[in-house]
């Protein structure tokens, strides 16, 4: 428990195995609130695990992670009330198939927030239309573009009202010409003062919305800095070695 | 040629008018629709629960040490509903009906309610398996993104999984309704009077085989078409939102 009220996240001694592989061993970290902070690393190296752990999509090994000073990983703990609390963005959208755009946007909201259907599916023509895609909510998420899907996905999260959204690779499933603009709502929440958990290869985006940037190697977190320090003076070597491939 | 025709009109009196056959028949199809009916629904409500149990124990707890009563109670449900469909899909339907029948409904031989359970619990263990399928096939992502949200796995079963589920198993559940129809035809090994048994009456009884047979054969296949049709149509209103 802290004493913090500012720290929204706290992650303490982490551990993953899946079976016989450790892929987590002992993360610390802390996430305040309006933090953006990106998580880097290379292919197998535990980032999207640890953010997974965080709303126990996937179950730590050993650990604790207290959210909103509740120790999360407690089992008498009710997870699904925290979850309404942590949106998370995927990296293949995972819309639901056989809703509308708006029905995958109030289904959570009518169900778990008990808001009426007027009030959830006003609140998500507003998000809708906050991210140009107002004129889309009676399609099927088969009609539209990924980008398109991305970002209904993230005003899908968005309309749960939550306090921190966490974000597993939401630009590697798309072409290249869609990136920027799920890019440009991600970018646009942070400067709200959203508080964010991004793990992403975009080095772009860590530098200009990033407030920390997490490095994790074989599910340890080597380095952490503003992303100034963090890109301009890599101390890890390696980091550097990883920095000087992906730029 | 006349002594054709007067053949063919003789054997169809016998058929359908004499003793008033037809009415026979109609009861005997009457018969085999509730036969039929009743062990379907039997059958989808047993095959709904299982495959719930059995994909709930493959996605959570398969090879996973229990950690919950609630566990430990998935677990047995799953390895009776093993046995289950293991001793159902291994034994012939028509040994199953005559079990039923000579052994569990000794006392009060109710054929019919005999045959629609035999029916619906054999139906049941290949519903179940159908629905499974189903239910496995749905990407991960869809249970990871209820979940996010805040659901809990009742919750997402019901909106998000099962009806994708259901959705991609229908030819096959609409499949597995044609096969009961006509797997019901052996209801007469226990003395049901159902639509087969009748046609084969009438054909004994009158010693014509053509008539009573073919009636019979394509009364079955009428009500395959019927069925197909309503099925085609069910499956083209639930792909509206594929695009």
Same mark, same amino acid.
């Given at each position: 428990?802290?004493?913090?009220?500012?720290?929204?996240?706290?992650?303490?001694?982490?551990?993953?195995?899946?079976?016989?592989?450790?892929?987590?061993?002992?993360?610390?970290?802390? $996430?305040?609130?309006?933090?953006?902070?990106? $998580? $880097?690393?290379?292919?197998?190296?535990?980032?999207?695990?640890?953010?997974?752990?965080?709303?126990? /999509?996937?179950?730590? #090994?050993?650990?604790?992670?207290?959210?909103?000073?509740?120790?999360? #990983?407690?089992?008498?703990? &009710?997870?699904?009330?925290?979850?309404?609390?942590?949106?998370?963005?995927?990296?293949?959208?995972?819309?639901?198939?056989? @809703? #509308?755009?708006? *029905?995958? @946007?109030?289904?959570?909201?009518?169900?778990?927030?008990?808001?009426?259907?007027?009030?959830?599916?006003?609140?998500?023509?507003?998000?809708?239309? *906050?991210?140009?895609?107002?004129?889309?909510? &009676?399609?099927?998420?088969?009609?539209?573009?990924?980008?398109?899907?991305?970002?209904?996905?993230?005003?899908?999260? /968005?309309? @749960?009202?939550?306090?921190?959204?966490?974000?597993?690779?939401?630009?590697?499933?798309?072409?290249?010409?869609?990136?920027?603009?799920?890019?440009?709502? @991600?970018?646009? /929440?942070? *400067?709200?003062?959203?508080?964010?958990?991004?793990?992403?290869?975009?080095?772009?985006?860590? *530098?200009?919305?990033? #407030?920390?940037?997490?490095? $994790?190697?074989?599910?340890?977190?080597?380095?952490?800095?503003?992303?100034?320090?963090?890109?301009?003076?890599?101390?890890?070597?390696?980091?550097?070695?990883?920095?000087?491939?992906?730029? | 040629?006349?002594?054709?025709?007067?053949?063919?009109?003789?054997?169809?009196?016998?058929?359908?008018?004499?003793?008033?056959?037809?009415?026979?028949?109609?009861?005997?199809?009457?018969?085999?629709?509730?036969?039929?009916?009743?062990?379907?629904?039997?059958?989808?409500?047993?095959?709904?629960?299982?495959?719930?149990?059995?994909?709930?124990?493959?996605?959570?707890?398969?090879?996973?040490?229990?950690?919950?009563?609630?566990?430990?109670?998935?677990?047995?449900?799953?390895? %009776?509903?093993?046995?289950?469909?293991? %001793?159902?899909?291994?034994?012939?339907?028509?040994?199953?009906?005559?079990?039923?029948? !000579?052994?569990?409904?000794?006392?009060?031989?109710?054929?019919?309610?005999?045959?629609?359970?035999?029916?619906?619990?054999?139906?049941?263990?290949?519903?179940?398996?159908?629905?499974?399928?189903?239910?496995?096939?749905?990407?991960?992502?869809?249970?990871?993104?209820?979940?996010?949200?805040?659901?809990?796995?009742?919750?997402?079963?019901?909106?998000?999984?099962?009806?994708?589920?259901?959705?991609?198993?229908?030819?096959?559940?609409?499949?597995?309704?044609?096969?009961?129809?006509?797997?019901?035809?052996?209801?007469?090994?226990?003395?049901?009077?159902?639509?087969?048994?009748?046609?084969?009456?009438?054909?004994?009884?009158?010693?014509?085989? !053509?008539?009573?047979?073919?009636?019979?054969?394509?009364?079955?296949?009428?009500?395959?078409?019927?069925?197909?049709?309503?099925?085609?149509?069910?499956?083209?209103?639930?792909?509206?939102?594929?695009?």
């Amino acid at each position: 428990m802290t004493t913090d009220n500012n720290v929204l996240i706290k992650v303490e001694n982490l551990h993953k195995h899946f079976e016989d592989i450790e892929v987590l061993k002992g993360i610390n970290a802390e $996430i305040c609130k309006g933090d953006v902070i990106v $998580i $880097i690393g290379a292919s197998g190296s535990g980032k999207s695990t640890f953010l997974r752990c965080l709303n126990r /999509l996937e179950e730590p #090994t050993d650990g604790k992670i207290y959210f909103e000073g509740v120790d999360i #990983t407690d089992p008498k703990t &009710d997870i699904n009330l925290h979850r309404q609390k942590m949106g998370m963005v995927f990296q293949q959208f995972n819309l639901f198939p056989h @809703m #509308t755009v708006l *029905r995958n @946007m109030t289904l959570g909201p009518m169900k778990l927030l008990k808001q009426s259907k007027e009030e959830a599916e006003a609140n998500a023509m507003k998000l809708l239309d *906050r991210v140009g895609l107002a004129d889309r909510a &009676d399609a099927y998420p088969g009609q539209l573009s990924g980008g398109q899907k991305q970002r209904v996905a993230i005003v899908r999260a /968005l309309a @749960m009202n939550p306090d921190v959204l966490l974000f597993d690779e939401p630009t590697s499933a798309l072409d290249p010409e869609m990136v920027g603009e799920v890019l440009d709502v @991600m970018k646009s /929440l942070a *400067r709200e003062g959203m508080t964010m958990a991004v793990v992403t290869h975009e080095m772009g985006f860590a *530098r200009e919305v990033g #407030t920390q940037v997490v490095f $994790i190697d074989e599910g340890v977190i080597v380095e952490q800095n503003s992303p100034e320090e963090f890109f301009s003076n890599p101390k890890n070597p390696r980091l550097k070695d990883f920095l000087s491939k992906v730029i | 040629m006349n002594d054709f025709i007067n053949g063919i009109s003789e054997s169809f009196v016998k058929t359908f008018i004499t003793e008033d056959r037809w009415q026979q028949i109609l009861a005997g199809l009457g018969t085999t629709l509730e036969i039929t009916f009743f062990a379907l629904i039997l059958g989808l409500v047993l095959g709904f629960l299982i495959a719930i149990i059995r994909s709930t124990y493959d996605m959570n707890l398969k090879g996973k040490k229990s950690k919950s009563a609630g566990d430990v109670i998935v677990k047995i449900l799953n390895a %009776v509903c093993n046995i289950y469909i293991t %001793v159902i899909r291994g034994t012939p339907v028509v040994v199953q009906l005559m079990i039923m029948y !000579f052994i569990v409904f000794l006392s009060s031989r109710d054929g019919i309610m005999a045959a629609i359970l035999s029916f619906g619990i054999n139906s049941g263990a290949y519903v179940a398996e159908i629905v499974r399928s189903g239910i496995m096939s749905i990407d991960k992502g869809q249970f990871e993104a209820s979940r996010s949200l805040g659901f809990n796995y009742r919750s997402t079963m019901i909106h998000i999984i099962l009806p994708q589920a259901l959705k991609n198993v229908l030819p096959a559940l609409g499949n597995e309704f044609i096969v009961l129809l006509k797997e019901t035809s052996v209801a007469g090994y226990v003395a049901i009077q159902d639509l087969t048994y009748i046609g084969n009456l009438i054909r004994s009884r009158t010693y014509e085989a !053509f008539f009573p047979l073919i009636t019979v054969a394509v009364i079955y296949l009428v009500i395959v078409l019927i069925i197909s049709f309503f099925l085609k149509k069910l499956e083209r209103r639930l792909r509206n939102s594929d695009h």
